[in-house]
């Protein structure tokens, strides 16, 4: 039987029925020392010393009424004239639609005595109020101090005449796979709820650019959003956010995003009311295997620049074809290390910059720009998927080609200036294909020079076979995505 794999946020409008889940540990001979640690004889000191500062949120907002069709009868269904002679009969098809109120369940965790709550943006996204509810049966409105939808993280502020019990950021990156882990929150609307568990496995990506979440097999369900995920010493290293589920219910894999990515947002929500992460300019890609083969690299790592629009990369001189090996002092092994530590690095400071280019290592100070700010403006002209016919000149590497001319750049909606040879046609049968590259493709530069007509691929083609290279990297575009390929020339 296959199942159908399901990613659900975990809030939730209405409480259902829960189901335990046991933990049982089996070991096995090895032939290296393995260092075992029995689980914890009970959970309960750490419940009962947290569970002050974790607090259930309850979130009301006024829904427009649907005007179209009926919620009891699918849109198309066969049985939708049916329904709606039923209802006009007995005089309710005319009815006006009108608004309603609805509510939804969330968690979360309050981080200071002077009640700043964290919580997952989607818990309280389009709430007109928001309840807090305290472990000790005590309730306080809650005002939105800010939100980042890259992270799912929300800050919420109650005002309280006493000092609230609050909890500590761990950190995250110290978790390793099989360390112990609890869970609380308001699951499935029941209230106040403990759960444990390890965690499974780190550094998982879902959606977001700024991805680094911990997976658990502690039991999480819908409303344990925002909740917190401790670890044994009762500091939080994790925000419940979301399940991998066939049926909607918990199956053992959920995801917390890691604490050493929310601590950095909720202190610039607490500080400025929004994020400000630092801005590099360039799109980047991976260096695989066959890419640091075509460049010369002993090592497939750091993050390979595609292109260099106007901004803070261009204004320090990076260049299309460098790769970035340490950014501010951080070695780079993929595009997300560089991503989270540009993102984290200082605006408006010059960081230092060491880059591949040209088979040699060059230092480059950059001064980052504000993402946000940054956000927005244009990018390059996008590219119809399709194309109108063209001749075909010549092929090679399984692709055929055709020279950029004004009439393909005018029919493809690209600047005058633009230079390069456009794919026609890609042999479903090659490495080109598998890699890619489709029927519109625009391949700008090979070997790291440009491409201007068909004769200067020939000739890179040609310099990679007398140097003994494998591999020839181009740089293509698809749609004005820029990207670099390897393709063999053997």
């Known amino acids: ?99 309603r109120r609805e509510e ?46 890259k992270t799912d993280i929300a800050l919420l502020k109650v005002e309280s005449d006493t000092p609230l019990p609050f909890v500590a950021f761990g950190d995250s990156d110290a978790m390793r796979v099989g360390d112990w882990v609890m869970a609380m929150g308001n699951p499935l609307g029941q209230g106040f709820s403990v759960s444990a568990g390890i965690v499974s496995a780190r550094g998982r990506e879902l959606s977001g650019t700024y991805d680094d979440f911990i997976q658990t097999d502690a039991a999480i369900n819908k409303g344990n959003s925002g909740g917190p995920l401790f670890n044994m010493d009762g500091q ?80 320090a001189g990076l260049l299309s074809g460098d790769v970035i090996l340490t950014f501010n002092g951080t070695a780079v092994g993929d595009v997300r290390d560089l991503t989270r530590t540009v993102a984290d690095s200082p605006i408006g400071e010059a960081v230092p910059v060491v880059v591949l280019r040209d088979g040699a290592e060059v230092n480059v100070s950059v001064t980052l720009g504000r993402r946000e700010t940054a956000e927005g403006e244009s990018e390059l002209a996008a590219v119809p998927e399709a194309m109108p016919e063209a001749p075909q000149v010549a092929q ?13 750049k005018e029919a493809m909606g690209l600047p005058a200036n633009a230079a390069g040879v456009v794919v026609t046609a890609v042999d479903v049968a090659s490495e080109a294909y598998s890699k890619g590259l489709r029927e519109g493709d625009i391949i700008t530069e090979a070997g790291q020079k440009k491409v201007s007509a068909i004769s200067d691929l020939e000739d890179r083609v040609a310099e990679a076979k007398e140097a003994g290279r494998k591999s020839l ?18």
């Open 1 to 99: 039987m296959q199942l159908t794999k399901v990613l659900f946020r975990s809030k939730t409008t209405r409480p259902l029925l829960a189901i335990g889940l046991g933990l049982g540990l089996a070991m096995g001979p090895t032939a290296s020392a393995v260092y075992a640690f029995g689980a914890p004889e009970s959970f309960a000191d750490l419940a009962e010393g947290v569970s002050p500062s974790v607090v259930n949120i309850t979130t009301s907002a006024v829904v427009a009424a649907s005007a179209e069709g009926n919620p009891m009868v699918p849109k198309g269904s066969p049985f939708e004239e049916l329904f709606k002679d039923f209802m006009d009969q007995n005089g309710q098809g005319q009815a006006p639609a009108e608004p």
């Open 104 to 149: 939804a369940l969330g968690s979360g965790f309050v981080v200071s005595a002077d009640g700043y709550i964290v919580t997952n943006n989607h818990v309280i996204e389009g709430a007109d109020e928001i309840s807090i509810e305290f472990f000790s049966g005590k309730k306080l409105d809650a005002k939105v101090v800010g939100t980042d939808l």
């Open 236 to 315: 939080v290293i994790g925000v419940n956010t979301a399940i991998l589920s066939p049926t909607g219910g918990s199956i053992g894999i959920g995801f917390s995003m890691g604490s050493n990515v929310v601590s950095k947002v909720v202190d610039q929500l607490r500080q400025y009311g929004e994020t400000r992460r630092g801005w590099l300019g360039v799109r980047i890609q991976d260096v695989t295997p066959d890419v640091a083969e075509a460049i010369g690299l002993s090592e497939a790592k750091g993050a390979l620049i595609t292109d260099v629009p106007d901004g803070p990369a261009k204004d």
């Open 396 to 408: 090679i590497m399984g692709l055929t080609l055709s020279p950029l001319d004004d009439a393909a």
């Open 473 to 490: 990297l181009l740089l293509v575009r698809t749609n004005g995505d820029p990207r670099f390929v390897a393709l063999s020339v053997e």
